[in-house]
């Protein structure tokens, strides 16, 4: 069984993120970037179904020369090879190209039965890149998958809505998006580590990949940000004076922030 896992190098969830003065982009020079947590769940589900089914996992990833950092940490996770779209047109593409730009990616893996990705990246929360790509790519679509299994040519997920347990079915290939509740990644091992140094990395860019550099960046996006202000800092609280009466001054208080 052959699966394509898409990673994502983000900012670390604990650091400060910030928008470059010049266009208004994510800074991502600006802080430590790591691999996204979701992403080493989806890592975790195709290394669980490569040891029941066999075959092999390879990593796709879409970002600046830095992003290797993420591909190794996959591979050293126990995937078998990566290709990395890097190119410098590709800064400040947004959803729909980042979703043809690695669906064209994806094409480039022969013989694959399932695409695995995150739900959403934490960097940007658009939650549709996963859909986007089934749809160019023509595949069934099954997300937010809380369990995940494949028997023979079919693959089942498990997903939990607001009116109980849904179950989702489709023949392969497919692409499925997972969540948080889905599993818990797997340390990488020194071995893993020092194995993953020697795993194939295919470094590809626009032109390797079929993408004319007119479908992707900045310039071209569907849409972008014009304007953009630090947030301000946390003012003082408001401390209330209990006198008998504190209930009232908290309702009033929130009455006037129409809060209730």
Known sequence: MNIVVLVKQVPDTYSERTLADSDHTLDREATEAVIDEINERSVEAALLLKEAHDGEVTVVCMGPDRATEAIRKALSMGADKAVHLSDEALHGSDAVQTAKALAKVIGTVEGYDLVIAGNEASDGRIGAVPAMIADVLGLPSLTHAQELEVSGSTV?????????????????????????????????????????????????????????????GLANALSSVTESAPKPPKSAGEKVEDEGDGGSKIAEYLVGQKII
Request: charged letters at 25%.
């Open 156 to 216: 089942t997920v498990t997903r939990g809505t607001d009116d109980g347990i849904t179950k989702l079915t489709a023949e392969l290939p497919a692409l499925v998006s997972v969540g948080e509740k889905l599993n818990e990644p797997r340390y990488p091992s020194f071995k893993g580590i020092m194995a993953a140094k020697k795993k194939p990395v295919q470094t590809i860019t626009l032109a390797d990949a079929g993408i004319d550099a007119s479908e992707v």
